[in-house]
T-cell receptor, first 114, second 113 residues
Framework: DTEVTQTPKHLVMGMTNKKSLKCEQHMGHRAMYWYKQKAKKPPELMFVYSYEKLSINESVPSRFSPECPNSSLLNLHLHALQPEDSALYLC?????????????FGPGTRLTVL | TQLLEQSPQFLSIQEGENLTVYCNSSSVFSSLQWYRQEPGEGPVLLVTVVTGGEVKKLKRLTFQFGDARKDSSLHITAAQPGDTGLYLCAGMNYGGSQGNLIFGKGTKLSVKP
């Protein structure tokens, strides 16, 4: 099973809303990632969790707040977003962080900020 | 800063034709992954190449990792409309401990019936 699941599939929110994106994997992977992808661009890394600890924050604004409640779950809490934050948000996981470990992506959440 | 130059950016061909997509860098990568992405969906991993000079085949797709692990290619034989999509190469930092993927800008392939 190489499946990473993400919910919701689509999300529309206002700039004053608070919402959360969810990601789940049951492959026993210990590294999980959040990426942001704008149209016609490759994915951009936002956060890396390694063994449930935040190990990389790629200078992401504080209106994005990641959380890793356990080794299978990854959340991204959203608050006071801007229209330019509209994008496809992708979750990925790998066995462990490191040079040889391939990443498996979820289907993404299409976020629209009005 | 490690960069992956992917070419061509766009490719529109007829069903049955062959094509090659290239991914080049001046940096050495410990591994390189190829993904295919449909609009609005997440990238799907096609293959990972690790050893310099390695060749992997997946049905009509052939992937090659350069001897120096700085470049890779994807060759599709007898392309079909179902091959249409965005192809992304992504290299792993050599010696990187956090699993950062360096992505190419992608090749948007359209195969017309």
């Amino acid at each position: 099973d190489t499946e990473v699941t993400q919910t919701p599939k689509h999300l529309v929110m206002g700039m004053t809303n608070k919402k959360s994106l969810k990601c789940e994997q049951h492959m026993g992977h210990r590294a999980m990632y959040w990426y942001k992808q704008k149209a016609k661009k490759p994915p951009e890394l936002m956060f890396v969790y390694s063994y449930e600890k935040l190990s990389i924050n790629e200078s992401v604004p504080s209106r994005f707040s990641p959380e890793c409640p356990n080794s299978s779950l990854l959340n991204l809490h959203l608050h006071a977003l801007q229209p330019e934050d509209s994008a496809l948000y992708l979750c990925a996981s790998s066995q462990v962080p490191g040079s040889y470990n391939e990443q498996f992506f979820g289907p993404g959440t299409r976020l629209t900020v009005l | 800063t490690q960069l992956l130059e992917q070419s061509p950016q766009f490719l529109s061909i007829q069903e049955g034709e062959n094509l090659t997509v290239y991914c080049n860098s001046s940096s050495v990568f410990s591994s390189l992954q190829w993904y295919r992405q449909e609009p609005g969906e997440g990238p799907v991993l096609l293959v990972t190449v690790v050893t310099g000079g390695e060749v992997k085949k997946l049905k009509r797709l052939t992937f090659q990792f350069g001897d120096a692990r700085k470049d890779s290619s994807l060759h599709i034989t007898a392309a079909q409309p179902g091959d249409t999509g965005l192809y992304l190469c992504a290299g792993m930092n050599y010696g990187g401990s956090q699993g950062n993927l360096i992505f190419g800008k992608g090749t948007k392939l359209s195969v017309k019936p």
